[in-house]
Each structure stands twice: as structure tokens, then as C-alpha cells.
């Protein structure tokens, strides 16, 4: 039998690993991180001569700011999507809360880390990695936090005459200093490395990981890719949970597609923003 | 009638002009003049019907008093000037109290230069005087005449046309730069980093600049918590409330001199950010060298897999050339028992 085919039916199998509902979070937080990214930043380097030319290109501050307020909505849209998925997920019993399925961080994320920078030196083999890897869990949670973060200040500023009604005018202080540096961090986490590197830029999925987009990746890739998950599912039996007939081709072409334009996006969005960001440091 | 004999202009059958040739010679010595009366005049004499501009328009014109900081320029540029909102004016408008002598000009000793000045602008702006009478600025002015007066925030011969309500963003934000800015530079450089400037910098020209909040002629203090803020506030935030006006607005860019809780939360996430940012590219650094060099060596491998695949064809071809030949000769000699070294001693072989 080769590898990643259906030993019966000959057909090529793949290992379902994003539902559609998660997918469709990913969607919106890309799209709205995009969005609030593209039309922020240029507030905080004002003085930045791509500010200005993005700024103008958008229609002025006016529809930069609308833009920004939009995207803000949706952002907070799949947060609270998210949040209840995680409510209904505990609330529900859906399936364990800790353990080797989970995203809670755990004692082994600390052993891999440990196994993985032996591994960068050439100290040992590559650990063999779970459903979710530290890495993974990292960019979840960071962005967890930060959406509390960047959004709370953003409402705070969005509408600044009823916080001040509550607080003192000089919490909008406080909220724009926040706002502005998290998502400055957030950003760089996300656009310049930890995400768009260890998600999509590791040589297994380089320049995309297609799985977050279409939802599954091949088996062979899966097997080399979550070793401990699928020795686990193999004994176990929940293999079969997870690993299913390959969608019809143009479904597949398609998610190609999505895949390919989502990439050179966000590979341009990168590199305005390294330039923005630059541009005040070299003139 | 009249109308019919003007639209069949000129007349029809070759007729002549109805006027006699004296009168001819005559229209066009005043159409002449005419035409090019405006451009003689718009030059000299309606920018400058007092003639001031024969001296004042010379750039190298200075005051002849022999002064130890140097000669003061005394020259008016006339463009700047006929292009100022004030072009139309004549000099003598606002320079009021001259006595014409040449070469030089008798000023009313008993009077400063300044309060000249403020009463000229005070003949035709009497409600912005009175507003700049209430104002520090005057007070100051008052007192020991070191106050700004209405020209040291204006100008005087190059005042801008402005529409009040309408004004652009750069003009808002050259206003606080070069008007108020320049002797509040500290507060200028503090209101920078400001969220009104930001946008105003970006070109949003809605946001309020300096003169928005602190009044044009009143200059406003504005201290938190007053009434007076409140209501200077709810021009454009018609919901503040008194504790709104305790937002911070002129904070240095270290916020230094915010309240200790601003300062807290901002060396708090400067410090997160830079240790973020310093652990995650050091991480995402060495990570990707050892995925790299697996990059790297994959690479490696599969070009000495081609090579090595190449060379084998070329060994395979020399030992069917050499079987061929062998057969004929000797048939105990079977090449391909070891590796290139073998395939080698055999075409040597072949050729003794």
C-alpha cells in the first residue's frame, strides 16, 4: 500500500485537521488584522512617507478611519465567536480540556521546546510534535490576549466621551498607549516573524500553510508533520475520526488559489509594513 | 432696434463706419490706453498708488540709521504683499501716523511701534481687539510690552486668506508650527505626538489644532476640570463631561511628564515589546538557519543524486560499448562487480 492511499478504493486520503467554523475564524482575523494593520500603523508613524501615500491611496483619514472601525467590528465578531466556541467547548464536555488534544498549554509544549533547541544545535532529533505545538499555542493565546487588549483600548478611544463618563479622561491616555504599542507587538509577531515564519514559512508548508485555508493536508504529510498524534490516533482507533477521502479536484484547486492570493497579500502587507516602519529610521 | 442694428455688425454692401476718421483716430488712442493701462497700472499704480513700493520694493532697501546688530531691511515684497488678504488696502491704511519726508520718515516719537500697530489692526478688527484685550497674551503685553501683539502671531504684510471652519489640514498644522510654535515650541513638540495631530498630520483637517481649543485671540489656559475647558471640549465632543477634560493632551514622547500611571503602562509595554520582539527574532532566527541548512543539504543531496545518476548513464553506456567489443575476445570479464574504480581499469583495458 503506498502511503496516503486508501488501501481498498485506491482513492487519496487526507487528514482533516481545521473545521469549518475554525477556518472561518481564521478567515475573519486574517482579514480584519489585515485591515486594522494596514490603516494603524500609519497613525503611529505619521511621519512616514508611505503613511501618507496609504492614507491618500485610501481616500484620506476619514475612510481610513472608517475602514479601521469596520475591521475592528469583525475583529471583535470572531473574538466573541471564538470566546464561545471555548465556553461551549468546556461548558458542553465536548472532549478534554488538558491533555494531548488540547490547546492549553501543557508540560510537554516545555519538554518539545527543550527538544526543539536541541535539535537547532544538533544535540538531537527533532521532537516528535503533538496536535497543537508550542509555537502554535503561543500565536493563539498571544492573540487571545491581545485582542482583549488592543480591542478594550480601542473601544475605549472609538468612544471616548462615554468612557470618560466612567473613568477618568486620563484612562484615554492610558488606552491609546496601550493600543498603540500591543498592536505595534502584535504586528510584529505576526507580520514579521513568529506567525507568517513559523506557521507558514517552515520549509514543510513554505509560503503557505494550506491546511488553515482548505481545512486538511495530505496524510503523508500529517504523519511526518504530528508524529505523536497520529501514533496516538493509531492506537487509540480515532484515526478514522480524522482522515478522509481528498475533496474533488477543482475543491482543491480552488483552496490552491485561495492560498496563492492570501500569500502574495500578505507578503506585500509585510513588506509596506517594513517599509513604513523604516522609511523614518534611514530619511 | 438697437439690438437688431448691433447683430448685423458690421454693416452689410461694404458700407463705411458710420464715424468720421478724427473720431476713428480717436477710439483706438482710448483703446489702446485701455488695454494696456491695466497692465501699466497692475504693476505701479494699483498695487501702490502712494508710491511706497518705489523705495520698499527694493530687496536691498534697509533703514540708512546706523544700527550695531546691523541694517534693518525696510523691504515689502510686492507679490507676497498683492497676494495677501490684505493686498488690496493701501499702505497708508494701516500705517497710520507718517509724516512723508524724504529720505526719511518722522514717526510720532510719543508713541511704540506696537501700539501703533495694534491700533491699525484695531480700526477695522474691533471685536478680535477686544477678544485680545481679555487674553494673556495682552496682559503680558500690558505689562512690560514682552507680549505678543496682533502682528507677532499674523505677520503683517503676508496674512493668509483664510475661510474660518474651513481651513486645511497643513494650514492648521503650519499654524501651530510657525504661529503658536514659535515661541510654544515645547508644547508644539509635546502636541506632536498628540492623536489631534496625528491626524491632522495625515491630512484630516476636522482635527483640532492649537487655535481650536485655546480660542484665536483669547488664549484659553484650559486647565482640567475648569468649566471653560468643558465647553471649549464640547465643540466638537458634545458629550464631555467634566471628567473628560482630564485627558493629557501636551505629553512628551517618553511621557515623562504624564501621570505616573501613563508612564507605568508605557514602560510596562515598551519594555514587553522590545523583549518580545528581541527573544521572538532570535528564535525565528535560529529556527530557520536549521531549517535552512535541511533546505540546504536536501538540495545537496539531489544534485549529487543527478550527478551521480549522469555519471552511472555514461559507465553504463562505455560497459555496453565495452561488452560489445569483449564479446568478440574474451568473455570471463564481467564489468559492474565494483564501483568507478573497476569501470575505469576496464576502458583502460579495453584500449591496451
Keep these: 500500500m503506498t502511503m496516503g492511499t486508501d488501501a481498498k478504493e485506491g482513492v487519496r486520503l487526507v487528514y482533516r485537521r481545521f473545521s469549518t467554523f475554525h477556518r472561518f475564524n481564521h478567515y475573519l482575523a486574517m482579514l480584519s488584522f489585515f485591515g486594522l494593520v494596514l490603516t494603524g500603523i500609519p497613525l503611529k508613524f505619521k511621519e512616514s512617507y508611505f503613511s501618507k501615500l496609504l492614507i491618500d491611496g485610501l481616500g484620506g483619514v476619514e475612510a481610513a478611519g472608517f475602514i479601521h472601525r469596520t475591521m475592528a467590528v469583525i475583529n471583535i465578531l470572531y473574538f466573541v465567536l471564538e470566546t464561545g466556541y471555548m465556553v461551549y467547548y468546556v461548558a458542553a464536555r465536548k472532549g478534554p480540556i488538558f491533555g494531548d488534544d488540547s490547546i492549553v498549554p501543557g ?144 475543491r482543491r484547486r480552488l483552496f490552491r488559489w485561495i492560498t496563492g492570493l492570501v500569500t502574495l497579500f500578505a507578503f506585500l502587507a509585510a513588506t509596506y509594513t517594513l517599509l513604513l516602519i523604516v522609511w523614518p529610521l534611514v530619511s | 432696434m438697437r439690438v437688431r442694428r448691433l447683430g448685423s455688425w458690421p454693416p452689410p454692401g461694404g458700407r463705411r463706419l458710420p464715424w468720421p476718421p478724427g473720431v476713428r483716430l480717436w477710439v483706438l488712442a482710448v483703446a489702446l490706453v485701455l488695454v494696456f493701462l491695466p497692465a501699466l497700472a497692475g504693476t505701479a499704480w494699483a498695487l501702490d498708488p502712494e508710491g511706497c513700493l518705489i523705495c520698499h520694493g527694493d530687496p536691498n532697501f534697509v533703514d540708512p540709521t546706523p544700527d550695531p546688530n546691523g541694517p534693518t531691511s525696510l523691504y515689502v515684497n510686492p507679490q507676497a504683499f498683492k497676494k495677501s488678504v490684505h493686498g488690496n488696502n493701501a499702505c497708508s491704511t494701516c500705517h497710520r501716523g507718517f509724516v512723508l519726508t524724504i529720505p526719511q520718515h518722522q514717526l510720532d516719537a510719543t508713541k511704540d511701534f506696537r501700539q501703533v500697530a495694534i491700533e491699525a489692526c484695531e480700526s477695522c478688527h474691533p471685536n478680535e481687539f477686544m477678544q485680545y484685550q481679555t487674553s494673556t497674551h495682552a496682559k503680558l503685553y500690558y505689562q512690560d510690552q514682552a507680549g505678543p501683539i496682533c502682528i507677532s502671531c499674523h505677520g503683517s504684510h503676508e496674512i493668509r486668506r483664510v475661510r474660518l471652519g474651513q481651513e486645511s489640514a497643513d494650514f492648521k498644522m503650519s499654524m501651530a508650527r510657525d504661529s503658536c510654535g514659535r515661541c510654544h515650541k ?108 535541511m533546505i540546504l543539504g536536501v538540495l545537496g543531496r539531489g544534485l549529487g543524486r543527478l550527478f551521480g545518476f549522469i555519471r552511472a548513464l ?10 560489445a567489443r569483449g564479446a568478440t575476445e574474451e ?11 573497476p569501470a575505469h581499469d576496464d576502458e583502460k583495458g579495453g584500449e591496451v
Excluded at chain 1, 113 to 133: C, E, H, V, Y
Excluded at chain 1, 208 to 220: K, R, T
Excluded at chain 2, 314 to 323: F, Q
Excluded at chain 2, 331 to 341: L, Q
Aim: glycine residues 8%; negative net charge; hydrophobic residues 40%.
Design chain 1, 107 to 250: 508540560k510537554k509544549d516545555w519538554q518539545d521546546m527543550k527538544g526543539m533547541f536541541r535539535w537547532f544545535f544538533g544535540r538531537g532529533p527533532k521532537p516528535a510534535l503533538n496536535r497543537f505545538t508550542y509555537w502554535e499555542k503561543f500565536d493563539y493565546w498571544a492573540l487571545f490576549a491581545g485582542t482583549i487588549l488592543i480591542g478594550g483600548s480601542g473601544l475605549m478611544m472609538w468612544f471616548p466621551e462615554a468612557t470618560a463618563r466612567l473613568l477618568p479622561g486620563v484612562a484615554l491616555n492610558v488606552a491609546l498607549v496601550v493600543h498603540s504599542n500591543e498592536a505595534f507587538l502584535a504586528t510584529g509577531v505576526i507580520f514579521i516573524f513568529v506567525h507568517f515564519f513559523s506557521a507558514h514559512g517552515r520549509p514543510e508548508s513554505f509560503p503557505a500553510d494550506e491546511v488553515i485555508f482548505s481545512g486538511y493536508i495530505p496524510v503523508e504529510h500529517y504523519i511526518h508533520e504530528r508524529p505523536l498524534e497520529y501514533e496516538n490516533r493509531l492506537k487509540n482507533g480515532t484515526l478514522d475520526q480524522v482522515v478522509t477521502p481528498a475533496p474533488p479536484a477543482p
Design chain 2, 186 to 293: 515645547d508644547k508644539f513638540e509635546k502636541a506632536k505626538h498628540e492623536f489631534h495631530f496625528k491626524a491632522l498630520s495625515l491630512g484630516y483637517s476636522p482635527a483640532a489644532t492649537c487655535f481650536d481649543c485655546h480660542g484665536f485671540h483669547e488664549n484659553l489656559a484650559l486647565k482640567s476640570g475648569e468649566e471653560e475647558t468643558v465647553r471649549q471640549c464640547r465643540k466638537c465632543h458634545p458629550g464631555a463631561t467634566k471628567g473628560f477634560t482630564y485627558f493629557q493632551m501636551h505629553l512628551d514622547e517618553g511621557f515623562e511628564n504624564a501621570w505616573w500611571g501613563v508612564r507605568a503602562v508605557y514602560l510596562f509595554f515598551s519594555t514587553l515589546l522590545i523583549v518580545v520582539l528581541v527573544v521572538g527574532i532570535a528564535y525565528t532566527t535560529v529556527h530557520m538557519q536549521k531549517e535552512t541548512r
Design chain 2, 314 to 323: 555514461e559507465e553504463e553506456s562505455v560497459r555496453e560499448s565495452m561488452r
Design chain 2, 331 to 341: 568473455t570471463g570479464k564481467e564489468p559492474g562487480a565494483g564501483g568507478d574504480a
